[in-house]
């Protein structure tokens, strides 16, 4: 088993065919949103606001990996 492979973005986000896929493309905005909600909500804690956003981007990583899983589970049946 080699793992060689390089990263890309380009096959996060297309299936099997090579086309783009809608599931994937959404849910790597989502988690890109959810990670950048979260370092803000980070600073804003650290600076003494209180603040919801840690748990609501939380649940923005959440649906875009399962957005993710969807794409290869769709890919691999």
């Known amino acids: 088993m080699s ?20 599931s994937g493309t959404s849910g790597l905005f989502l988690i890109l949103i959810g990670g950048l909600s979260f370092v803000t909500g980070v600073v804003l804690v650290t600076f003494g606001f209180e603040s919801d956003i840690l748990l609501q981007s939380i649940s923005l990583c959440y649906a875009g990996a399962l957005l993710l899983g969807y794409r290869k589970s769709k890919d691999n049946p």
């Open 3 to 22: 793992f060689n492979k390089k990263f890309s973005f380009v096959e996060l986000t297309s299936n099997t065919t090579g086309k783009t896929s809608a």
